[in-house]
């Protein structure tokens, strides 16, 4: 058994006991109140679900199990030389809350290393889907199709106890978490590089056999661990991390579950934000001379954009009232891989211009940029400029925490979700309305 399965196993009995108390003891209590705006509104701020992985501050943005990130990315253990933390140690933080040792991070990347061979027959299925089929369905058909992989099924059809269901979706995560690096930049080159796959090298972690794969040199590993830390998780409530849950709860296995929590992630609501974000800034320049505006001039477009209706892309955040940390680690890094970028140039006068623009304008509740507004870019730079692929991206790092509370709610054994609906009329009587 792996380090990061054994502190696994001996951190869940406490936390069953834990529950099982709330829920004995204190079933009772009341925690929040629903209103009906709520009923039409996405269930927008409605405490009703649970996660010890990640919890969104308003004003610290995302703590991962209790960090923020700039501690995670200061305390996580890295690669000798590298700036950037081991993915690995990140996915190990997420399961046990503790920040790993050299052992445990040694264990964790060497039990990926045994685990992320791709089976041969999920080539031969992406090779015969139409070549311009989008990516992020791709990505997704490679991970339903991997199902046939579980332990979890044959496991639970034999009998398993419910107290050890956590042992075979723990096994269906880490495999498919392994695989999904190699996935991912497999159907990058094979759509937008010539068909030209770049096998794995079995001495690199996580993050480093990506941008290898990629076939991007040095310092893309960086980025690529960043990328994948920054958008493992981001509570349970958005789209892909409820999705992947909600399926889950069914006792689907997780190539199930993941494959419908990527489907959420690859709508223009969530998943699709970043790409949408980099092509209004192209737009942007275009409009401009292709040459970088005055302050003035940005001024004056970012007015005239808002005066016709429309958003600012990358600035908002539903529950954060300060900028996003994990745009301000982006832009740390961007300040010092690439200032002279001239699109990274205009992220930054935007960044200067548009949220003193937002808080005279008066409706936005948070005038700061968001992820968002900045991840596009860097790929970019990089030589990444397929915008569609940004998703995939996007949907690996995803993939670490909604595996991990998928690993959580089976070792907790939280019930199959089914909240109960109301028809309008009834609401219209709750309300008054005669």
């Known amino acids: 058994?792996?380090?990061?399965?054994?502190?696994?196993?001996?951190?869940?009995?406490?936390?069953?006991?834990?529950?099982?108390?709330?829920?004995?003891?204190?079933?009772?209590?009341?925690?929040?109140?629903?209103?009906?705006?709520?009923?039409?509104?996405?269930?927008?701020?409605?405490?009703?679900?649970?996660?010890?992985?990640?919890?969104?501050?308003?004003?610290?943005?995302?703590?991962?199990?209790?960090?923020?990130?700039?501690?995670?990315?200061?305390?996580?253990?890295?690669?000798?030389?590298?700036?950037?933390?081991?993915?690995?140690?990140?996915?190990?933080?997420?399961?046990?809350?503790?920040?790993?040792?050299?052992?445990?991070?040694?264990?964790?990347?060497?039990?990926?290393?045994?685990?992320?061979?791709?089976?041969?027959?999920?080539?031969?299925?992406?090779?015969?889907?139409?070549?311009?089929?989008?990516?992020?369905?791709?990505?997704?058909?490679?991970?339903?199709?991997?199902?046939?992989?579980?332990?979890?099924?044959?496991?639970?059809?034999?009998?398993?106890?419910?107290?050890?269901?956590?042992?075979?979706?723990?096994?269906?995560?880490?495999?498919?978490?392994?695989?999904?690096?190699?996935?991912?930049?497999?159907?990058?080159?094979?759509?937008?590089?010539?068909?030209?796959?770049?096998?794995?090298?079995?001495?690199?972690?996580?993050?480093?056999?990506?941008?290898?794969?990629?076939?991007?040199?040095?310092?893309?590993?960086?980025?690529?661990?960043?990328?994948?830390?920054?958008h493992s998780d981001h509570e349970s409530g958005n789209v892909s991390a409820h999705t992947t849950h909600l399926v889950g709860s069914a006792l689907s296995d997780p190539y199930y579950s993941l494959s419908a929590g990527l489907n959420g992630l690859a709508g223009p609501l969530h998943g699709l934000a970043n790409q949408e974000v980099l092509r209004w800034i192209q737009q942007l320049m275009h409009k401009l001379g292709n040459k970088l505006p005055t302050k003035e001039e940005l001024e004056k477009f970012v007015w005239d954009t808002l005066n016709s209706g429309q958003v600012i892309p990358g600035y908002g955040h539903a529950v954060l009232r300060k900028t996003d940390p994990r745009y301000t680690a982006q832009r740390e890094f961007a300040l010092k891989h690439l200032p002279d970028d001239p699109i990274f140039k205009l992220v930054s006068m935007l960044y200067e211009v548009v949220p003193p623009i937002l808080q005279k304008h008066g409706k936005a509740k948070n005038p700061w940029p968001n992820v968002d507004a900045h991840s596009g870019v860097i790929q970019w730079h990089y030589g990444v400029t397929e915008y569609d692929f940004y998703t995939v991206m996007f949907g690996v790092g995803r993939a670490i925490g909604v595996l991990s509370n998928l690993i959580w709610d089976r070792a907790v054994g939280q019930a199959i979700e089914r909240p109960k609906s109301l028809t309008t009329e009834m609401l219209e009587k709750i309300a008054g309305i005669k």
């Not at 299925?125 to 099924?153: G, I, K, N, W, Y």
């Not at 956590?166 to 690096?181: F, G, H, I, R, T």
């Not at 930049?185 to 937008?192: E, P, Q």
């Open 1 to 230: 058994m792996s380090k990061l399965k054994q502190k696994l196993a001996e951190k869940i009995p406490g936390y069953r006991d834990r529950v099982t108390k709330l829920m004995k003891e204190y079933g009772d209590t009341v925690v929040d109140q629903v209103h009906i705006r709520q009923f039409y509104g996405g269930m927008r701020g409605l405490k009703c679900l649970t996660t010890d992985i990640s919890y969104l501050d308003p004003e610290e943005g995302i703590r991962f199990r209790g960090y923020t990130i700039p501690e995670c990315l200061e305390k996580l253990p890295k690669p000798k030389g590298a700036e950037m933390p081991y993915v690995e140690g990140h996915i190990y933080l997420l399961l046990t809350g503790d920040i790993p040792g050299e052992s445990e991070i040694k264990d964790v990347v060497e039990d990926f290393k045994k685990r992320r061979r791709v089976p041969h027959y999920i080539y031969d299925m992406l090779r015969a889907m139409p070549r311009d089929t989008h990516p992020m369905t791709m990505f997704s058909a490679a991970v339903l199709a991997l199902q046939r992989e579980s332990e979890f099924v044959p496991r639970y059809n034999a009998g398993l106890s419910k107290m050890e269901y956590w042992d075979p979706v723990y096994e269906d995560s880490m495999n498919l978490l392994a695989k999904l690096p190699e996935i991912a930049a497999y159907i990058y080159r094979m759509k937008y590089k010539g068909d030209t796959p770049i096998a794995p090298d079995p001495d690199l972690d996580f993050g480093a056999n990506f941008a290898y794969m990629m076939g991007i040199d040095h310092p893309y590993e960086e980025i690529s661990r960043l990328y994948f830390i920054l």
